[in-house]
T-cell receptor
């Protein structure tokens, strides 16, 4: 199956700092999503971005499908950005029913 | 527009028992997928239901089973519970089957097996 690697696994930022999270995947995909998991466990949709660039406020994401990676940018980080960020992909091969998740990046933003 | 809702939010069961978890899909969505998330890990795909039929299955034993109803809500049933089944169970709904449409997740059910 498809492999998804996220880096870094852990990240500690001072409030106001910027950060870049990376997601590498091993095969062609027709879906890529970024999620933020809050402390209660809910996965919050950030971006649906199988290719291209999108922005939403302080967050933006870029997926370069031909090179099999995606980046999530967080600018001017706030303490409420803390949590685990997951990248999930669905590969474009046969039987592509599910999202395959990376292990996540745990972000801690300190005041 | 109603989001994805799951019930119950927390559950404690004894090893060997059976459990049923429930999920209401987002309005207009006909596909429901279930995921298991162990502590410190990313969610793992269990199975997907599209228009009341199982449409794909991950690497989980047959004691994990499911149903989808005509209103597209869904149940996850786990028989003969094991300690390793303790996890957060997440339900996702989407507009269509397969993995190529945006999925939206519920808040999860945290299952503890003792």
């Amino acid at each position: 199956g498809i492999q998804v690697e996220q880096s870094p696994p852990d990240l500690i930022l001072q409030e106001g700092a910027n950060s870049t999270l990376r997601c590498n995947f091993s095969d062609s995909v027709n879906n890529l999503q970024w999620f933020h998991q809050n402390p209660w466990g809910q996965l919050i949709n950030l971006f649906y971005i199988p290719s291209g660039t999108k922005q939403n406020g302080r967050l933006s994401a870029t997926t370069v499908a031909t090179e099999r990676y995606s980046l999530l940018y967080i600018s001017s980080s706030q303490t409420t950005d803390s949590g685990v960020y997951f990248c999930a992909v669905a590969y474009s091969g046969a039987g592509s029913y599910q999202l395959t998740f990376g292990k996540g990046t745990k972000l801690s933003v300190i005041p | 527009e109603t989001g994805v809702t799951q019930s119950p939010t927390h559950l404690i069961k004894t090893r060997g028992q059976q459990v049923t978890l429930r999920c209401s899909s987002q309005s207009g969505h006909n596909t429901v997928s279930w995921y298991q998330q162990a502590l410190g890990q990313g969610p793992q795909f269990i199975f997907q239901y599209y228009r009341e039929e199982e449409n794909g299955r991950g690497n989980f034993p047959p004691r994990f089973s499911g149903l989808q109803f005509p209103n597209y809500s869904s149940e996850l049933n786990v028989n003969a519970l094991e300690l390793d089944d303790s996890a957060l169970y997440l339900c996702a709904s989407s507009l269509d089957f397969g993995g190529n449409t945006e999925a939206f997740f519920g808040q999860g059910t945290r299952l503890t097996v003792v």
